[in-house]
């Protein structure tokens, strides 16, 4: 489950929207304590917003495709906490007004998102349950920006995503 929250300028109201992610992962072993990760999964963002003066609600819809690679630390039976750079391919973008009318804004956005995301979670079996916050490092309005449709406010604008993550091990 996602809970993103856009970076917004002053003077935007906003909220997250919630959604969800779906992927695999990959672990190797260091020794005991530590171990690297990567992931592979879709991850669903945006936030509705409403520009200053207005009262109608915009929402933005974005779909990235993620590559996290992460190094995991053991901190206590069970417990442990991990972090690393993440990289993210954008996969859709739509823009929905209040009147129901939705827009293709994937031109108005960059392709690849870079971010860093700190990890904290428990181990149980073959279940595993983490809550993550990725912190956006990267724009995501094209520069310079083309606001006919999403009507960001600049280009300032980024994206961070708390997360609630459940996994299953196979192997």
């Not at 007004?97 to 108005?108: C, L, R």
């Not at 279940?127 to 083309?146: C, D, E, H, M, V």
Request: charged letters at 15%; a positive charge; hydrophobic letters at 40%.
């Amino acid at each position: 489950m996602n809970l993103p929250s856009n970076i917004w300028p002053a003077g935007n109201k906003k909220e997250a929207r919630t959604h969800f992610n779906i992927g695999v992962f990959a672990q190797h072993q260091l020794n005991d304590k530590m171990a690297l990760q990567t992931e592979l999964f879709y991850s669903g963002e945006g936030a509705s917003f409403s520009k200053p003066g207005t009262e109608m609600p915009e929402h933005i819809k974005l779909g990235y495709l993620s590559l996290p690679l992460f190094f995991k630390y053991t901190i206590a039976d069970h417990f442990y906490a991990m972090a690393g750079p993440q990289i993210s391919y954008l996969l859709s973008a739509k823009c929905i007004y209040a009147n129901g009318n939705s827009y293709d804004v994937i031109k108005e956005h960059k392709k690849i998102a870079i971010g860093f995301v700190p990890v904290i979670g428990y181990d149980w079996n073959k279940f595993s349950i983490n809550l993550r916050y990725q912190i956006g490092l990267s724009k995501l309005p094209q520069t310079p920006p083309n606001w006919s449709m999403t009507h960001y406010t600049d280009d300032q604008v980024k994206s961070n995503v708390f997360s609630a993550v459940i996994s299953y091990t196979l192997f």
